[in-house]
T-cell receptor, first 112, second 116 residues
Framework: DGGITQSPKYLFRKEGQNVTLSCEQN?????MYWYRQDPGQGLRLIYY???????QKGDIAEGYSVSREKKESFPLTVTSAQKNPTAFYLC???????????FGPGTRLTVT | AQKVTQAQTEISVVEKEDVTLDCVYE???????LFWYKQPPSGELVFLIR??????QNEISGRYSWNFQKSTSSFNFTITASQVVDSAVYFC?????????????FGKGTKLTVNP
């Protein structure tokens, strides 16, 4: 079955630690995205990548980093520089030409 | 800048009622796409529909229907004979082109609760 997987579903970290969220897709999509969702809020774009080895900052990139070494994978690192990292993180992918985005199940990160 | 407004933060209905979720958008693009997504309590966003800006025909899919009106920049979503399983947060989104890259701008969502 084609789809997007994110792991783990729940993640707990201490303040000051970097943490990497995994996102893998087997839909053969060129574009991948990372969003952050806070309670009662819409989705805010963190980073996106249209092709391998290339990515762009979204609206709230500060404190985050990404890599896109393979078409299937787009991991997100939440660094200690991110002031309020506790949130629900969603990964998505799409074809490049204004296609609908398909989402993974999300990772709920809690930093204390 | 592109913007999507979903003025209804929360809606509560009783099962079998019809309900309409409003979506108003702003864009300077002449070609764009509009989307609706459903986010059930599990958290994963589920794609419902994509609409091209050149196609103003209304669309119906089972109990779901969408009304796209370019004149009022609206793309409203109606659920007919609502069911408890329709309870979710619904997001409207607009495609945006920036520097040759495509991305979506989301509204803040409307939380729909369907009571038995």
């Amino acid at each position: 079955d084609g789809g997007i997987t994110q792991s783990p579903k729940y993640l707990f970290r201490k303040e000051g630690q970097n943490v990497t969220l995994s996102c893998e897709q087997n839909l053969n999509h060129d574009a991948m995205y990372w969003y952050r969702q806070d309670p009662g809020q819409g989705l805010r774009l963190i980073y996106y990548s249209q092709i391998v080895n290339d990515f762009q900052k979204g609206d709230i990139a500060e404190g985050y980093s990404v890599s896109r070494e393979k078409k299937e994978s787009f991991p997100l690192t939440v660094t200690s520089a991110q002031k309020n990292p506790t949130a629900f993180y969603l990964c998505a992918s799409s074809t490049r030409t204004r296609g609908e985005q398909y989402f993974g199940p999300g990772t709920r990160l809690t930093v204390t | 800048a592109q913007k999507v407004t979903q003025a209804q933060t929360e809606i509560s209905v009783v099962e079998k009622e019809d309900v309409t979720l409003d979506c108003v958008y702003e864009t300077r693009d002449t070609t764009y796409y509009l989307f609706w997504y459903k986010q059930p309590p599990s958290g994963e966003l589920v794609f419902l529909i994509r609409r091209n800006s050149f196609d103003e025909q209304n669309e119906i899919s089972g109990r779901y229907s969408w009304n796209f009106q370019k004149s009022t920049s609206s793309f409203n979503f109606t659920i007919t004979a609502s069911q408890v399983v329709d309870s979710a947060v619904y997001f409207c989104a607009l495609s945006e082109t920036q520097g040759g890259s495509e991305k979506l701008v989301f509204g803040k969502g409307t939380k729909l609760t369907v009571n038995p």
